[in-house]
């Protein structure tokens, strides 16, 4: 049963342009989000989250969405660069540390 | 800090053998993670352990899979006998006592390959 949905295996987009990684969850418990970047031969590290109080988060060039009703979030990368080249995964979390991950999205930027 | 560690990087080895993957956490955090990476299914929980008592362990797919952790710096999990099917990369996680937001540091790894 997959709770952690990404439905884009992978993304291909030009540098300089946006890249939007979409997520969508079917747990209406989960409170927390987050997203892992992942280089091959390494392990996801994290990039970025968001509470469910709240529906926007901002760090640089990266930017969480949270559309609750929807049970969907996305990450947004503007600008897009060669080194943001890896897999992305979306994480979701209920405070008992039980978190959930999606499949991945492989994006590929372009030069 | 070294981060998670994770030993051996690489296994290879036949059907029917016995394998053992070793984590050590990083020092004071309190919670442990196994994952397997599929090309299928991406990242699947196996278990997780709190203050080194198993918590959920509902995503263990067999028997044949088991996870222990004898004190706060050491996990192991072993499958025996291994299968083809459970090639994969096995990730260990921990994450800090102090964690609100239950971000989790993941170690590099282990690609296990199973002839």
């Known amino acids: 049963d997959q709770q952690v949905k990404q439905n884009s295996p992978s993304l291909s987009v030009q540098e300089g342009r946006i890249s939007i990684l979409n997520c969508d969850y079917t747990?209406?418990?989960?409170?927390?989000f987050l997203w892992y970047k992942k280089y091959p031969a390494e392990g996801p590290t994290f990039l970025i989250s968001?509470?469910?109080?709240?529906d926007k988060n901002e760090d640089g060039r990266f930017t969480v969405f949270l559309n609750k009703s929807a049970k969907h979030l996305s990450l947004h990368i503007v600008p897009s660069q060669p080194g943001d080249s890896a897999v992305y995964f979306c994480a979701a979390s209920e405070r008992n540390n039980d978190m959930r991950f999606g499949a991945g999205t492989r994006l590929t930027v372009k030069p | 800090d070294a981060g998670v560690i994770q030993s051996p990087r690489h296994e290879v080895t036949e059907m029917g053998q016995e394998v053992t993957l070793r984590c050590k956490p990083i020092?004071?955090?309190?919670?442990l993670f196994w994952y397997r990476q599929t090309m299928m299914r991406g990242l699947e929980l196996l278990i997780y352990?709190?203050?080194?008592?198993?918590?959920?362990d509902s995503g263990m797919p067999e028997d044949r899979f088991s996870a222990k952790m004898p004190n706060a710096s050491f996990s192991t999990l072993k499958i025996q006998p291994s299968e083809p099917r459970d090639s994969a990369v096995y990730f260990c996680?921990?994450?800090?006592?102090?964690?609100?937001?239950?971000?989790?540091?993941f170690g590099p790894g282990t690609r296990l390959t199973v002839l």
């Open positions: 352990f709190n203050n080194n008592v198993p918590i959920d």
């Open positions: 747990n209406s418990m989960f409170d927390y």
């Open positions: 020092s004071g955090h309190n919670s």
């Open positions: 996680a921990s994450t800090p006592r102090e964690s609100v937001y239950n971000e989790q540091f």
């Open positions: 968001i509470s469910s109080i709240k």
